[in-house]
T-cell receptor, first 112, second 118 residues
Framework: GQNIDQPTEMTATEGAIVQINCTYQ??????LFWYQQHAGEAPTFLSY????GLEEKGRFSSFLSRSKGYSYLLLKELQMKDSASYLC?????????????FGIGTKLQVIP | GAGVSQTPSNKVTEKGKYVELRCDPI?????LYWYRQSLGQGPEFLIY????????DSGLPNDRFFAVRPEGSVSTLKIQRTERGDSAVYLC????????????????FGQGTRLTVV
């Protein structure tokens, strides 16, 4: 099974930088995803890490350390529209089958 | 269609009734997931299909829940004798299988079916 932990809520100021952490415990690790979910909407894909290191995509970056079971999502130049829940998800892959399990999500509130 | 389609978008049913929720994945996606999401929670894994077979149904809460994907495309989640605690948004997602070595493998979500049991 999997155990995924992330903070439930965070608040940050418009224009600032925020880091959302995620720790996990799993067997058969085969990638970590970050999704964004606005209230009442479906999750949308933000980033994917399978190797250690930093992946950058515009204002969003995601980091992974497999040995530590740790990832973070970094959001720069925060905008009001970034207020949403950010979901950390871990994929296990074994015997041709894959399973993606989500954390509870971090609700980010961006304030002026 | 271009994305994952779920129907109905909203379903209100009486306690004890039977409901079916439909998911039409992205064409060519062999992996299909069902999740359940309650307010303020992350998506809770229910079942995963690889093709027509349920590769992992360990998340189904009890035997009132069942899902099928007979032709490896459309999937139906079936809930018998619904209870008020079943009220939630049921999300379906699909992705390419990791068996394919090229292309993105992230899961794409439908808009969900909001189920309310009264």
């Amino acid at each position: 099974g999997q155990n995924i932990d992330q903070p439930t809520e965070m608040t940050a100021t418009e224009g600032a930088i925020v880091q959302i952490n995620c720790t996990y415990q799993t067997s058969g690790f085969n990638g970590l995803f970050w999704y964004q979910q606005h209230a009442g909407e479906a999750p949308t894909f933000l980033s994917y890490n399978v190797l250690d290191g930093l992946e950058e995509k515009g204002r969003f970056s995601s980091f992974l350390s497999r040995s530590k079971g740790y990832s973070y999502l970094l959001l720069k130049e925060l905008q009001m529209k970034d207020s949403a829940s950010y979901l950390c998800a871990v994929r296990e892959y074994s015997g041709g089958y894959q399973k993606v399990t989500f954390g509870i999500g971090t609700k980010l509130q961006v304030i002026p | 269609g271009a994305g994952v389609s779920q129907t109905p978008s909203n379903k209100v049913t009486e306690k004890g009734k039977y409901v079916e929720l439909r998911c039409d994945p992205i064409s060519g996606h062999t992996a299909l997931y069902w999740y359940r999401q309650s307010l303020g929670q992350g998506p809770e894994f229910l079942i995963y299909f690889q093709g027509t077979g349920a590769a992992d149904d360990s998340g189904l809460p009890n035997d009132r829940f069942f899902a099928v994907r007979p032709e490896g495309s459309v999937s139906t989640l079936k809930i018998q004798r619904t209870e008020r605690g079943d009220s939630a948004v049921y999300l379906c997602a699909s992705s390419l299988s990791l068996v394919r070595k090229t292309g993105p493998t992230e899961a794409f979500f439908g808009q969900g079916t909001r189920l309310t049991v009264v």
